[in-house]
């Protein structure tokens, strides 16, 4: 049966929908695609060389995304400078308020905000409202919280926060990060991810700025802007959520400064499997696993099995491999009617055919260097539109054994592509499990928690989870890294405020220069 797509879920409706809820922060066509604006120095403003962002979806251009220069930029943080001054002068129960109302207009356009996601970073319906609501939950909870954790006397950073985030969580990392920052006293400069989520940042800072919020959004290039969103001495901190090449920049950049920085870099997450019998536990959590394709920092796409398991491990595994369900996140049958729930799929297509194309390179390139194909999905039979670009989408891969040259022994694929180490001693699952100098996360599957609890000391990760995965947390749970995943200042609960505030008796957890602190998780 031929698909289609779902009623009013088009590109052209949800993007009229856009323009209707904040006409301001849109402008004029350019070949026949609309322009972004980009909010600096307190206005919407057409600023910036507009360039074509397309949709992983079907590859189609969606928008104009204008890129500014150094030279705006720097004005737009000085703006941004002043308005913090003004800002951490304000009342906490005004900036509550301003806040509150905020969240509020983001809830009212939450499915809008929504299906712009689906559209701009392919993330399916369920996926892409998990993430709007995370973000908003969130903020109502630290609203709630906000008066006990600035109660020993903490005050705003001396500047504004810059926000330099990926394209993957759009709203419940950064948006929800800016608007805690922004109940703290501080205002929030963020740059607009290059790969997607324009339009959706673009509607929630509009939102936030009804709302009296001291918000800067900026679109360009990080070679560009690297300079001045990172360095400008009016920053008071820095917060990254990306890959380790750019967070090795844009720590190298804060080398001579003490500016307070928060950079969250992915790991190699790995789950070791030792003595262990819970299958269909385990098989449970790893389906889970695949949500978004493994596009996450917290994904475990690295799997370290006992010899004598690897057997039942595989009975129990590739099953749950080969039902993941992945394709158009928007593809209906005929028979679909407005009101229907949207698909139900795992994941959609990664962010764009280039990081498709060369995560299969990098597959083909571990097999020819020695690892053994276990499962390679194919596209065939997945929900997609007749005629529609596929070039985003890969299929999920299996992989035994990678060589130790190869880019996936030692480097997180982000992507649906697992890698499955053997050994057989408990030191030669910790070293595999280590491989990676760091990670955010880790888990064992392990009958004995005691055992279980022994081997997680010697692991280098943040959390570790004991027959369970461990995720970012929400609200009150810390957030960290250990090794190169993470430098300066941890996150989540009291430490999200503690890292963008002054103050207080003790001194941050994180990881930095002269020390290294960490909580309990």
């Known amino acids: 049966m031929a698909l289609r797509l779902a009623d009013d879920t088009g590109w052209t409706d949800i993007l009229a929908r856009a323009v209707a809820a904040t006409p301001e922060?849109?402008?004029?066509?350019?070949?026949?695609?609309?322009?972004?604006?980009?909010l600096v120095e307190g206005e919407w403003r057409a600023v910036g060389q507009p360039a074509p962002v397309r949709?992983?979806?079907?590859?189609?251009?969606l928008i104009n995304l204008p890129r500014v220069d150094a030279t705006t930029a720097r004005a737009a943080v000085a703006h941004a400078a002043a308005a913090h001054r003004a800002w951490a002068q304000t009342p906490?129960?005004?900036?509550?308020?301003?806040?509150?109302?905020?969240?509020?207009?983001?809830?009212?356009?939450?499915?809008?905000?929504?299906?712009?996601?689906v559209w701009e970073i392919g993330k399916p319906w369920r996926l892409a409202c998990a993430d709007v609501d995370r973000?908003?939950?969130?903020?109502?909870?630290?609203?709630?919280?906000?008066?006990?954790?600035?109660?020993?006397?903490?005050?705003?950073?001396?500047?504004?926060?810059?926000n330099i985030a990926s394209w993957n969580y759009p709203?419940?990392?950064?948006?929800?990060?800016?608007?805690?920052?922004?109940?703290a006293g501080n205002a929030v400069i963020a740059k607009t991810p290059s790969q997607g989520g324009a339009v959706c940042l673009t509607v929630a800072h509009a939102l936030m700025r009804r709302a009296g919020l001291p918000a800067t959004l900026l679109s360009g290039s990080g070679g560009e802007l690297s300079e001045v969103l990172?360095?400008?001495?009016?920053?008071?901190?820095?917060?990254?959520?990306?890959?380790?090449?750019?967070?090795?920049k844009v720590a190298a950049a804060l080398l001579d400064s003490d500016k307070r920085h928060l950079i969250e870099q992915e790991g190699l997450n790995a789950w070791g499997i030792w003595n262990f019998s819970q299958w269909d536990l385990l098989?449970?959590?790893?389906?889970?696993?695949?949500?978004?394709?493994?596009?996450?920092?917290?994904?475990?796409p690295r799997f370290v099995v006992q010899r004598d398991l690897v057997d039942e491990f595989l009975d129990m595994y590739l099953p749950v491999v080969r039902s993941v369900r992945f394709g158009h996140p928007l593809a209906v049958g005929d028979d679909w009617a407005a009101g229907d729930?949207?698909?139900?799929?795992?994941?959609?297509?990664?962010i764009s055919a280039a990081k498709a194309d060369e995560l299969r390179r990098t597959v083909d390139e571990a097999v020819r260097g020695g690892a053994i194909p276990l499962h390679r999905g194919k596209l065939t039979g997945a929900p997609f539109l007749p005629g529609q670009d596929t070039s985003a989408y890969v299929a999920p891969s299996v992989l035994l054994a990678p060589p130790g040259r190869s880019r996936l022994m030692h480097a997180e694929p982000f992507g649906p592509v697992d890698t499955i180490v053997v050994v057989d001693t408990t030191d030669e699952l910790l070293a595999a499990m280590n491989a990676s100098n760091g990670a955010l996360v880790a888990s064992l599957a392990c009958d004995d928690t005691d055992e279980a609890g022994k081997l997680a000391v010697d692991l280098q990760a943040f959390k570790v989870g004991i027959n369970k995965p461990r995720s970012r947390g929400d609200r009150d749970e810390p957030f960290g890294g250990r090794g190169a995943s993470w430098k300066g200042a941890f996150v989540g609960g009291d430490l999200l405020v503690q890292a963008v505030t002054v103050g207080g008796d003790s001194r941050l957890y994180g990881n930095f220069p002269d020390y290294n602190s960490y909580p309990t998780t």
Not at 55 to 61: E, I, K, R
Not at 341 to 350: A, I, K, R
Request: net charge negative; hydrophobic share 45%; glycine share 10%.
């Open 135 to 162: 973000a908003l939950d969130g903020v109502r909870w630290y609203a709630g919280e906000i008066d006990r954790m600035l109660a020993d006397g903490r005050e705003p950073l001396p500047g504004p926060v810059s």
């Open 92 to 117: 906490l129960t005004d900036r509550k308020a301003r806040v509150a109302e905020a969240v509020d207009s983001l809830t009212a356009h939450r499915d809008l905000l929504a299906l712009l996601l």
């Open 230 to 248: 990172v360095r400008a001495p009016e920053i008071g901190a820095v917060a990254f959520v990306g890959g380790r090449s750019n967070g090795g």
């Open 55 to 61: 949709t992983p979806v079907d590859n189609t251009v």
């Open 25 to 38: 922060a849109f402008g004029a066509e350019v070949d026949g695609v609309t322009t972004v604006h980009n």
């Open 341 to 350: 729930p949207l698909p139900e799929l795992d994941f959609g297509p990664l």
């Open 283 to 300: 098989a449970t959590h790893l389906r889970k696993g695949f949500e978004y394709g493994k596009q996450r920092c917290t994904a475990y």
């Open 171 to 183: 709203m419940s990392v950064l948006v929800h990060a800016e608007l805690v920052q922004l109940l």
